[in-house]
């Protein structure tokens, strides 16, 4: 229940009481009115002492009201509503009104806002349940290894065997926390949670953009055409999104000429303002400038210097306990919301996209796929061959089925490499794979920046981002703004992907550090040693049980078991926007 609600409540049961209270105060008053001042001086004396009686009492109800607003308020912004609370609230309604109070439905809407201890305590159990398995599998593939090469192909077939089993364990388990988190009612405050917030966010973006007066306003100009791919690209503006956000200027994107469209970004998306696209200002700096500057030309991420605390993955204090309630990761949904205003579609662009899903018969439930290849393999990425990829398309649509039906096991493949396509329709007949092999022949170095390249780049990472569920390579930017477009569709698609190398990153970012929730005593080669609090630096999940990083506390670098920490945090202080109310 949101605190409207609450105080409309309480608000109508003090309206009850006091309706009550007047009807007892004419009924007690009107012998004033009609009897001889003979006849009533002793009745009228009575009834005025039990009029100040009840005056008396209701104010102290009014006070017990007031307590009760005081808590309740205070509760239902942190999700936690105290049972002391209601049961007050319950009596003292019960003892003016002379009925009994049934606050069946008001309990019920109660328990269906969560705390944000319960939120984070039930997502952590999911996770805690993906990490043993990858821990258990890993160890069993070790095992089954060594009985190849021993010899004893007994053992590497029973062991086989334990693993198909156990992943049908750890899928059936998954399922039950789903089905379980279903049943207990948040669903629908999750949606209205994730609905309110992300409109929050983009009032405040547009406040920023939209200045009643341009000529005055203070403006930070970035450049579009960094020497990069369009995930690259997207993500550099995005960048300069936030750093504007947080200095409280209007965002001047400047992508004249833009190598992706020669027309520029307003070709492709909404312009990001409708009142102030012009750079000019009284006073021109580079940054970082002084607060008075007029307008600050922004470099990229790279050559940026000083470094704001406020850079990815940070995320802002006063939304903060909210996003970490509704979000499984809080980090990638802020950077979603900037995704969100930035890439707003123009007409033209809407219409491209919603006839290349119908061509392909883009329908759910379907999994999106990403192969990338080309120059990344070799430099920034390992080799993944499709059978890689394949694995945990199965692993979702064996899940799916425990569930439901699935008539059509739908694939959408997007790859820089126009063999992918065709070798996984060979190899999978039992898969429907949607997607297009010009798009991957336009995604070659040689033809990236060309209109058809970037009609292909945008319909890739739509259907990409529409997708139940998302398997590609974090060390891609393209999987990376896939995804965090993604976040914006639901209200939380934290756990919608498997990556085959990195974990979530985002180029340029700060630091990225976790807390050592256990203690823990290095037992294996290249393992590092923990207590509990400790701040870890974070590099990297190997997807077997264990991540790697560095103890800050001891500098030790290595790996530690992944179920042991959890992310930290960069809790900012941002502008609050108070210009721009919050919805009740």
Known sequence: MNLRSSNKILAQAAIILFFFWVIALILLTRPLLSNQPSEVSNDVLQRLTKAVSELESLKVRNQELQWILTNFSHEAQSGKIKGAVVERLRSTLEENSRMPINFGILEKKLIDSPSKEYEVRRRAIYRGVQEIWYFVQQELEKLKKKGHDQSAPELASLIQEILNSGKEHETVLLNDLQELSSMEGHDAWRTTESLALSDLVQRRLHYLQNPVDCSKARKLVCNLNKSCGYGCQIHHAAYCFIMAYATKRTLILNSKKWRYHRGGWEKVFLPLSDTCTDPSGLDRSNWPGTNETQVIELPIVDMLSPRPPFLPLAIPRDLSDRMIRLHGDPQVWWIGQFMKYLLRYQPETQKMLDQAKEKMNFKMPVVGIHVRRTDKVGTEAAFHSIDEYMLFVADFFNKLEMKEKVLVKRVYLASDDPSVLPEAKKKYPDYEF???????????????????????????????????????????????????????????????????????????????QQTAIYSHKAHRPGEISMDAGDVLGIAGNHWDGYSKGINERTKQSGLYPSFKAVDKYNIIDFPVYSEVAVAA
Do not use: N, W
Not at 446 to 469: E, K, N, W
Not at 472 to 480: A, D, N
Not at 490 to 511: E, R, W
């Open 434 to 512: 949607l997607g297009d092999v010009s798009i991957a022949k336009g995604a070659a170095v040689a033809t990236r920046y060309t209109d058809s390249s970037l009609r292909g780049i945008l319909v890739d990472i739509h259907m990409l981002a529409h997708s139940d569920h998302l398997v590609c390579t974090f060390s891609s930017q393209v999987c990376r703004l896939a995804y965090e477009i993604m976040q914006t569709l639901h209200p939380d698609a934290s756990s919608k992907f498997k990556s085959l190398d990195d974990i979530y990153y985002y180029g340029g970012q700060g630091p990225h």
